[in-house]
């Protein structure tokens, strides 16, 4: 009974025994991390798990008694492989399909590499298990290649290969110290890097001397202090204070200054990394260091550089603040980016308060602030452009504004610097030099008066034949008295504009001379000339003489129209006055108040320092055309006077 049982046992555990392989070929068989394909013995696809559709891209259905597996294996590899086994095991063996099988249809283990062709075309490395398939009688009836996609291990393999390579690139570099030592210190390892480094052979140090020793004392002195000051531990000063840190499994990298084997001395950059074994004892440690000269000399020259830069800026910043004009800077957009202490004490507002707000909130005209900063914009500059600033207290100041713009180092426009002076006394010494000035003119107008009055008052007891000489005299006297009037007038301080200068004259003679002959009209056109006033009188007795002319001796029949003009040509003006009257005529040369007038013009011309251009006449009309510098020159060869 007993043995009865006993042999049921062992049944049952046989049958689990083949469930279990059974399950397991099952779970292998089907699993997706694994391509398993069978085939017939000639090589033919049988059976092409999911794995192997996941892997390769095909269905089992497009491969299944359609292809070998040789059909979807590198071409090259297999022929490469069929020459290698044919000298392997001494027989020719063809490439294809027989390669992949061969020791496995001779009952040898066979696990190789290959690469893989996916459907798409795309590439990946296996490992490949070939197990021949035999029936009862041991005969092969096919084939069984399970694979695994090996591109992960291969990718390890050469981050593991690169990594090697690259530590002992590092370690073998002229351009790295590599000293190790055990765990004492004692050096015994000095790499070529240190050799030329430090300027000791390997033989001269190895355990002799630790780097401590290589090393300067009062640094390794100093950091044993801070070091036992950070950990709150008693740090020996030496060797130990090298290493600490990295013997606590703390990542250590310092400065200090290695000593040569001549005494000279350099700054490193060392990194320390204790050495364990397998058990996690310290056994060594690793020092290596790189030669931190350049950068130490980078490092001061960056200093210096930015010791002179904050001079310099410092320099920048005393002249802007000690302009005695409210400077400012403005992006294109008419924000203010940065201002002096005078820009302050204008506006009453603090630097803060001023920066990133609108430049024309601070003057009385908005619209003609902000149209000046276009006007920069537009044209590069602006000169004495006229804003009144007004203070946060209400006060109002009449600045002179002149700003341009400014770029940076690749020409990029930042935006606007500019500078507002305080006109305001400048503006009232003008104004008081205008009052004086008229007032000078308005006496100098009486006294002339005074000369009429005298010369009226001697022509009633003159002969007949001296009445029109003291009439002729009176007339011009009269004149520039009248003259000083208009300059009083017409003046912008220090200078008088002449298109206004010729439309009071052209007023005033249109009054006293043409009375009743209206059928005359008297025009002026002008281009925005300016002279100074010194040269005003004798511009106003010129056209005063050619208009009279043209009153008097172009206009018989009493109808006409004189035209009076100031053009601009280059550096020069054109006063031109014409007429549309009965033109000149041939006149002798004897004196006559004709030929006197003539001779006052030339004296008025020459006394302004022009020139009479000639000009073509027609039958009718006359035209003078008198060319003046713009820069006019006073009789006597004085300095230019501006105009």
């Not at 001494?90 to 390669?99: L, V, W």
């Not at 490992?127 to 069984?144: E, F, H, K, W």
């Not at 033109?583 to 020139?611: H, T």
Request: with cysteine; aromatic share 6%.
């Amino acid at each position: 009974m007993t043995g009865v049982s006993d042999g049921a046992i062992a049944l049952r555990q046989a049958e689990e025994t083949l469930l279990k392989a059974g399950a397991l070929q099952n779970a292998i068989f089907n699993s997706a991390n694994f391509s398993s394909i069978a085939t017939d013995a000639k090589g033919v696809i049988q059976i092409f798990n999911v794995g192997a559709e996941r892997m390769l891209g095909y269905t089992a259905a497009e491969v299944m008694n359609k292809i070998t597996p040789a059909d979807i294996s590198d071409p090259q590899e297999v022929i490469a492989r069929a020459k290698e086994l044919s000298v392997e095991l001494g027989t020719a063996i063809t490439p294809g399909f027989e390669a992949l099988v061969f020791k496995a249809s001779r009952g040898i283990e066979d696990i190789y590499e290959l690469t893989y062709i996916r459907k798409d075309g795309s590439r990946f490395p296996a490992v490949v298990s070939v197990t021949a398939l035999r029936d009862a009688q041991n005969g092969i009836i096919g084939y069984l290649l399970i694979g695994t996609d090996n591109t992960a291990r291969k990718h390890a393999e050469e981050a593991l290969l690169k990594a090697g390579a690259l530590q002992r690139a590092i370690f073998n570099s002229a351009n790295f110290s590599s000293i190790a030592t055990d765990a004492k210190g004692v050096i015994q390892i000095f790499n070529v890097g240190a050799e030329r480094m430090l300027g000791y052979t390997a033989a001269e140090v190895m355990n002799k001397i630790t780097p401590a020793d290589i090393s300067d004392p009062q640094e390794v002195i100093a950091r044993a202090k801070e070091l036992s000051v950070e950990l709150g531990t008693a740090i020996t000063p030496g060797f130990e204070a090298l290493v600490f840190k990295a013997s606590r499994g703390i990542e250590d990298i310092y400065e200090l200054t290695y000593i040569r084997k001549d005494g000279t001395r350099f700054p490193a950059v060392v990194s320390v990394t204790a050495l364990r074994d397998a058990q996690n004892g310290i056994i060594g440690y690793l020092l290596i260091g790189t030669d931190n000269t350049a950068r130490k000399l980078v490092e001061a020259e960056q200093k210096k550089l930015d010791q002179r830069l904050r001079d310099q800026q410092f320099y920048t910043r005393s002249l802007i603040e000690s302009n005695i004009d409210a400077l400012m800077t403005t992006d294109p957009s008419g924000i203010i980016t940065d201002v002096n202490k005078q820009m302050e004490a204008l506006t009453g507002c603090t630097r803060d308060e001023l920066i990133g707000a609108p430049f024309k909130d601070y003057f009385t005209d908005p619209e003609r602030a902000e149209a000046g900063i276009k006007r920069v914009l537009m044209e590069k500059k602006v000169t004495d452009y006229e804003l009144t600033a007004r203070a946060r207290d209400g006060k109002e100041t009449v600045v002179s504004y002149n700003a341009t713009t400014f770029y940076d180092r690749g020409r990029t426009l930042q935006g606007v610097f500019a500078s507002a002076r305080d006109v305001t006394e400048r503006k009232q010494r003008e104004r008081d030099a205008l009052t004086l000035t008229n007032e000078i003119s308005h006496r100098i107008k009486n006294n002339l008066q005074v000369i009429v009055g005298l010369i009226s008052y001697e022509a009633k007891w003159t002969a007949a034949p001296c009445v029109q000489g003291y009439k002729t005299m009176q007339a011009r006297i009269g004149a520039i008295a009248h003259l000083y009037d208009l300059i009083s007038q017409t003046s912008l301080g220090r200078t008088v504009a002449l298109d206004a200068y010729l439309r009071e004259i052209a007023k005033a003679m249109s009054a006293s001379l043409l009375g009743n002959m209206s059928g005359i009209k008297i025009e002026v056109e002008g281009d925005p000339v300016e002279i100074d006033p010194d040269r005003a009188v004798p511009f106003g007795l010129l056209v005063n003489e050619l208009t009279t002319n043209a009153i008097k001796h172009a206009f018989p029949h009493g109808s006409g129209r004189i035209k009076l003009g100031v053009e601009r040509v280059g550096d020069q003006i054109d006063l031109v006055i014409s007429d549309d009257g009965i033109g000149m005529k041939n006149k002798d040369s004897a004196k006559s108040p004709e030929k006197r007038g003539s001779d006052y013009v030339a004296i008025f011309v020459r006394q302004l320092g022009g020139a009479v251009v000639p000009t073509q006449q027609g039958l009718t009309g006359t035209t003078v055309r008198i060319r003046l510098p713009l820069l006019l020159v006073p009789s006597g060869g004085t300095e230019p006077l501006a105009a």
